[in-house]
């Protein structure tokens, strides 16, 4: 049974980086139904704190990455936050001292007697790495006032829980081989490790907290990605599944997953393949769907929704013209308010030909009198207001669709009045008229 964690240390937000070594556990437990462990690596008092521990937990939910055992859902080897497992570090420090693999410094420090025999770990992702017998000092295991330092905690618990394989950053094989002689000297199996290549910004350089794009919160919860959109681009960010095309599901994903097609040289980060991939989603989401996705963004930005089939529906109307849900607002405020502004440059032009309000009262005239009010019907009636004004349909269009929004670009105008209704869109045009 295949058991895999993801152990981050609560010292900030979730990290692309940190996001994708836990998609990978994760890809891999479901692809092969194992379990899927998170484990917060708690130790360090003066880094960790709790709101990054939550905000982790946060991190991964929006994600879609649920976790078998851990925080908030328990489990048999818990508890899950290493703070709380202080008796089973010296149950396994005390096993270290039975083998005579440990002293004790004269500052009260406890160092771990390295084997010094040459370590090879057998890596998914990197092939066999073989480590020559290390000169480097004895590694402290227990700091002076009794806490446990990072490799020690990391292994028993590796050990504890019963991992069988390892997915983790590139950055922790270097020292893969003080692992390997700690589980040796406790007598225990090492998991097979996979260490996945680093994520680089664009520019090659190591990605670090304040690049672009790095914390999941801020640069994804916040700027309008969808998650499942944020999902397929890191899966693939390292890894380039068989199969055709790009967009992939969760589920084609897990299907899909093979440690061993996993890049070994580094991947690049790429802000506009991400927003490509949110595009995408965002177009084939139902209008209820977009709706429930844009809501949090429409309410940030004041605009108050008082009838959900409308506004879905108007959401759904721009949905080719965003990449980010963040964008939206701009696009639709004035379904959901009749105090909307006028772009600037084009009333200046509206405001030199003076037919225009012609036009406007034209077409007034002909929808005033629709009784049905369907897409159809106000089409009908704009193409007659057209006909009788001698102007083109084409022409008469974008100028409603200025009255009725304020803007100059946005849905078909017929999908406009349409949602806001006979007596708004009057009022809109007149409006618009006494203004130009
Ligand atoms: N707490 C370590 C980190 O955040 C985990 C290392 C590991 O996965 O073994 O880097």
Known sequence: ?????????????????????????????????????????DTDGARNTEEAARGILKGLRWLGLDWDEGPDVGGDYGPYFQSQRKSIY???????????????????????????????????????????????????????????????????????????HVFRGEDHLSNTWKHIDLFNALGATPP???????????DGTKMSKRDEGSAIEKSYMHEGFLPEAVFNYLAMLGWTPRTEGEKLSSEALVSLFDPAEIHSSNAR????????????????????????????FLDKAGLSITNDAIAAAAVFSVKEKVSHLTEIPAWVHYFFREDY?????????????????????????????????TEVSIQTAIEEAAKIASVKAGALMPLLRFALSGQARGPGVTTIAHLIGQSSTLRRIERTVLML
Not at 275 to 285: C, T
């Open 1 to 41: 049974m295949i058991r895999v964690r993801f152990a981050p240390s609560p010292t900030g937000d979730l990290h692309v980086g940190g996001a994708r070594t836990a998609l990978f556990n994760w890809l891999y437990a479901r692809h092969l139904g194992g379990t899927f462990i998170l484990r917060i690596e």
């Open 269 to 296: 980060f790429d802000m506009h393949k991400c927003q490509w991939f949110n595009a995408q989603y965002l177009r084939e989401l139902s209008p209820e769907a977009l709706l429930a996705a844009a809501r949090p």
């Open 90 to 164: 010296a149950a396994y420090f005390a096993k270290l001292e039975a083998a005579g693999r440990v002293y004790t410094e004269d500052n009260g420090a406890v160092r771990f007697k390295f084997s010094r025999t040459s370590i090879t770990v057998h890596d998914l992702v990197c092939g066999d790495v073989t480590f020559a017998p290390t000169e480097e000092p004895d590694m402290t295991i227990r700091r002076p006032d009794g806490s446990y330092i990072f490799h020690f905690v990391n292994v028993v618990d590796d050990i504890e829980m019963r991992m069988t």
């Open 192 to 202: 097979t490790y996979a260490h996945i290549p680093l994520i680089l910004n664009p």
């Open 341 to 373: 502004s006028y772009e600037n440059d084009v009333v200046t032009k509206l405001k030199a030909k003076p037919e225009n309000t012609t036009l406007l009262n034209a077409a007034a005239s002909a929808l005033a009198t629709l009784i049905d009010w």
